[in-house]
């Protein structure tokens, strides 16, 4: 039975394979509480070509295929594939490196 009431996963996702997000979500859903919440701050699709060329250098240091989907903006699309509620992105900032953003989400 789901006993986790709170998850939150800092700056985790991008560096993971596609299979590897995918089941880290389920199993996220699988040990959270009905209504247990998500919270992701991670990297996003950047904001604007200088967001973009700054956030080459984190795809090349953590991986072009495990940052394709993050460059592309997908991870909240991904959370709600592994059957979380009520995603929303909550909070988008720029930085020298590209945009982090906060995803919150319910089971």
Not at 14 to 23: F, G, M, N, T, V
Not at 35 to 41: A, F, Q, W
Request: charged share 25%; glycine share 6%; proline share 6%.
């Amino acid at each position: 039975m789901p006993a986790i009431r709170v998850v939150f996963s800092s700056s985790f996702f991008h560096h993971l394979s596609l299979d590897d997000k995918r089941r880290a979500l389920v199993e996220l859903f699988r040990v959270l509480k009905p209504d247990g919440e998500l919270h992701v701050p991670d990297w996003d699709r950047p904001n604007g070509l200088g967001m973009r060329l700054a956030f080459c250098l984190v795809r090349i240091l953590d991986g072009i295929d495990n940052t394709r989907d993050t460059a592309l903006g997908r991870l909240p699309e991904q959370i709600g594939e592994a059957r979380f509620q009520s995603v929303r992105l909550r909070n988008e900032i720029n930085t020298i490196f590209g945009t982090p953003s906060l995803i919150a989400a319910h089971r």
